[in-house]
């Protein structure tokens, strides 16, 4: 059974030397032992501080070929077969350590508990963001008697969330300099069998696919080396238990507040302890632990379902949008908006094209309208400019104040793009400051995109765009900013990489957190930064410059496991589409941005008088149900053959969406899954209203016509650009129970004949039904 309100329980209890930290419905164990190192004992569904003896590993002989810790008073204890809190080289531990230092005598560390205490307010990383609004942290000092070193780990509880977040904080308590290589942010050792990875990869245009892979002995790494965090693993991931689904089963939640290089490890033992563990990426990572200085890693965030992953991923979301996000856009609503992109690039001569765009889209609803890449200094293609703040008034003439002026008369946002990490060689700022560029030594520059970056651990360069960027939103009343980042980073130490990182929070700190009501938007060449590090500052993420809907599915069915649809950009853009050259209905791109923070992102003046209404109708539509796509529960369905499903669910709302990939002869009858309803409740169901077009149907039109037309007539082409044909709308009635066990759907067209009750099936066509509750339930309540 699945709790989550009105929940009375101690967060945090602590018997002798046992600690046990609960949340609504998970609980998390361990414990100092005799030799005061601290002992995992269990982390899963919820348990009471009285089982611990039960569930507390039994040993009772020596294991062979191990290291005794201390042959004197126990010759059964060896570290390497115990599960542990951390782990370290050099007493007998061989898993895989979660620190490593140097320094003249010795690799070795064996932290000792030493005390511990409660927090009950936030508590900051030092320039670092984390999560916030928990009123239970719990820090355990450990100490390693010999090297003088200590380390705090630091537990801190979201309760309703399910959620507990873990870091560490070495501090140097000794005289002596040391060099530390690695200081994971935390290290879980779960003893299950049969455990699965899910893990999100990607590319450019490809991000965040799932992978999933069974366990094996031996080590999986995850991690990025690239300078950002990266689409070529996402920080956040998911270990489940083989047979765990999306309703069902044990499953263990992992992501890392950071943007940076990162590195997440899951090795299994020979005894079948599986340590997982991750953070900053070790890798030419050599820092400089001085006397009396710590180091602090970033925040870790774990969470546990017993009840399968859409629980999961529902834990995921809710800690996001109440611990993450932060500014007035926090649970607001976010605007649906216009992005000149996809429809122009760099190519809008005069601003007449953008302006003409941005009339139609007030027109059609649409709220905020956004400037991309193109507007500033010499920036004619992606081979000049960046780093440059200055209006091109060739291609704006009145400057970008009186395009936001103008925007704002017509009723919408004015939001505007950047890319200040990056600099171009052909810019005035590089003439003037060439040392603002990140560069490898004496070697001979390698561009990204045309691009260098630029050095953000220099403090000269971080006050340029502070100041830049805050002008440029201040001067010009901007609503919504687009922070766009192109460049993968290299040639530096993992040092570096860590530095530039937090001078980027500290820039994004400066920008928008004395800027409260501007939107900000990330971006790094579509979703390749999406982290909770980049989420603490802009509430939205670009998910991917891939706006193919088909494409879309998958990366936003990934970043779904880990992140809410209130956090994804999601845009309707021009078929056939930019980079697979797919064409699909208009309806499909809107059923997927649907469940994202919509946009549209085509030049709208090339749309049929029947396309620009029907986007008028769905973004009426959006704008009514938005709550629900962005910030209602999202469930995703296991077993949809043929089909991909998404649904949100808000109290009595629920909006479900079937995804068709191929079309079938003589389909199977197929039904309809709604998940999240009242079981008793008796709810009514309608399928979205749409248009067909009718040139679909080439020559096959003569089927539903009265008279015998020619599809390719000079008639039927004027025809179709005003009228379409009504797709089969469907109305059902059913209790919760019916719909989460599935409900049968009208036939699909078989070529056997044709009625309106049937449903017209498209390679890459959807259909998308809205529950809520039936007068009749309405009219029994009153
Ligand atoms: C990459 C982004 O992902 C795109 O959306 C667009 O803003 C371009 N950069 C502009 O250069």
Request: proline share 3%; with cysteine; aromatic share 12%.
């Amino acid at each position: 059974m699945y709790r989550r309100e009105g929940i009375a329980m101690q967060t945090i209890e602590i018997k002798d030397n046992v600690f046990l930290l609960n949340t609504a419905n998970t609980s998390y164990m361990f414990y100092a032992d005799k030799f005061r190192h601290l002992q995992h004992v269990h982390y899963g569904d919820r348990c009471f501080i009285s089982d611990f003896e039960a569930l507390c590993l039994k040993r009772c002989i020596q294991y062979g070929d191990t290291i005794i810790y201390d042959e004197k008073t126990d010759d059964e204890y060896t570290l390497d077969s115990l599960p542990l809190e951390y782990g370290s080289y050099g007493n007998g531990d061989f898993k895989e350590a979660s620190i490593e230092i140097e320094d003249d005598l010795s690799f070795t560390c064996d932290f000792l508990y030493v005390s511990h205490e409660v927090v009950k307010e936030d508590l900051k990383i030092k320039d670092l963001p984390s999560s916030y609004g928990s009123d239970s942290t719990l820090i355990v000092h450990l100490e390693d008697p010999v090297n003088k070193l200590k380390l705090d780990l630091y537990y801190t509880i979201y309760p309703q969330e399910d959620v507990i977040s873990r870091r560490a904080v070495l501090i140097n308590s000794s005289e002596r300099e040391f060099v530390l290589h690695k200081l994971m942010s935390y290290c879980l050792d779960l003893f299950e069998e049969d455990l699965t990875l899910m893990s999100f990869f990607g590319a450019w245009d490809k991000e965040t696919h799932l992978n999933v892979t069974g366990l094996v002995r031996g080590t999986c790494t995850l991690g990025s080396r690239v300078g950002f965090s990266s689409a070529k693993n996402n920080p956040g991931f998911i270990i489940r238990k083989r047979n765990t689904s999306e309703n069902f089963g044990k499953a263990w939640g992992f992501n890392l507040v950071y943007s940076g290089n990162h590195y997440s490890s899951i090795s299994k033992d020979e005894y079948s302890i599986h340590r997982i563990q991750g953070g900053i990426s070790p890798e030419r990572f050599h820092y400089s632990l001085l006397p009396g200085n710590s180091f602090e890693t970033p925040e870790a965030i774990l969470t546990y379902s017993g009840t399968g992953l859409n629980v999961l991923s529902d834990h995921f979301h809710r800690f996001i949008n109440n611990h993450i996000v932060r500014s007035k856009w926090k649970n607001r609503e976010r605007p649906i908006k216009i992005n000149s992109w996809e429809g122009f690039g760099f190519d809008f001569k005069k601003d007449d094209l953008i302006k003409k765009l941005a009339k139609i889209a007030a027109k059609l609803g649409i709220e905020l309208f956004v400037l991309d890449d193109g507007w500033f200094g010499r920036r004619s293609s992606d081979k000049r400019g960046l780093g440059d703040y200055n209006c091109n008034l060739k291609k704006i003439p009145g400057g970008i104040s009186s395009l936001s002026e103008e925007i704002h008369k017509l009723g919408m946002l004015f939001g505007i793009w950047v890319e200040p990490e990056a600099i171009n060689i052909d810019s005035a700022l590089y003439e003037k400051h060439p040392e603002y560029a990140i560069k490898d030594g004496e070697r001979q520059f390698r561009f990204g995109r045309h691009e260098l970056l630029m050095d953000l651990t220099n403090k000269d360069v971080q006050d340029y765009i502070v100041e830049n960027v805050g002008k440029l939103i201040d001067d010009n009343s901007v609503d919504y900013i687009k922070w766009d980042m192109n460049r993968m980073m290299d040639g530096v130490s993992g040092v570096y990489n860590h530095e530039y990182i937090k001078g980027l929070y500290s820039v994004l700190e400066r920008v928008f957190i004395s800027r409260p009501d501007v939107l900000f938007e990330s971006c790094s060449s579509g979703g390749n930064r999406f982290d909770l590090g980049m989420l603490c500052y802009s509430p939205q993420i670009w998910s991917s410059d891939d706006t193919d809907p088909i494409e879309r599915i998958d990366i936003q069915k990934g970043l779904s496991y880990l992140y809410p649809v209130s956090t994804m950009g999601a845009h309707v853009s021009a078929s056939p589409h930019m980079q697979t050259l797919r064409q699909t209905p208009l309806e499909t791109r809107f059923n997927v941005a649907a469940y994202g923070c919509l946009g549209y992102e085509l030049d709208l003046s090339l749309l049929s008088p029947l396309e620009k209404y029907e986007i008028e109708r769905q973004v009426a539509y959006y704008k009514k149900h938005r709550r629900t796509f962005q910030f209602g529960t999202f469930y995703r369905f296991d077993d949809e053959k043929d089909y991909e499903a998404f649904e949100a669910v808000n109290g009595d709302e629920a909006i479900v969406t079937k995804y068709r990939r191929l079309v079938h002869a003589v389909p199977v009858y197929d039904k309809l899954r709604v998940e999240g309803l009242e079981e008793d409740g008796e709810y009514k169901i309608s399928s979205k209203p749409y248009l067909h077009n009718l040139k679909m149907f080439g020559n096959l039109i003569n089927f539903v016509t009265p008279v015998k037309v020619n599809a390719d007539s000079k008639l039927i082409e004027i025809i179709t650009k005003f009228k379409g044909m009504d797709a089969s709308i469907q109305d059902y009635k059913a209790s919760g129970r019916a719909l989460k066990s599935g409900i049968y759907l009208n036939n699909l067209f078989l070529g056997t004949g044709y009625n309106s009750n049937i449903r017209i099936p498209l390679d890459f066509g959807s259909d998308m039904y809205e529950s809520r509750v039936s007068e009749t339930t309405d009219k029994n309540k009153d």
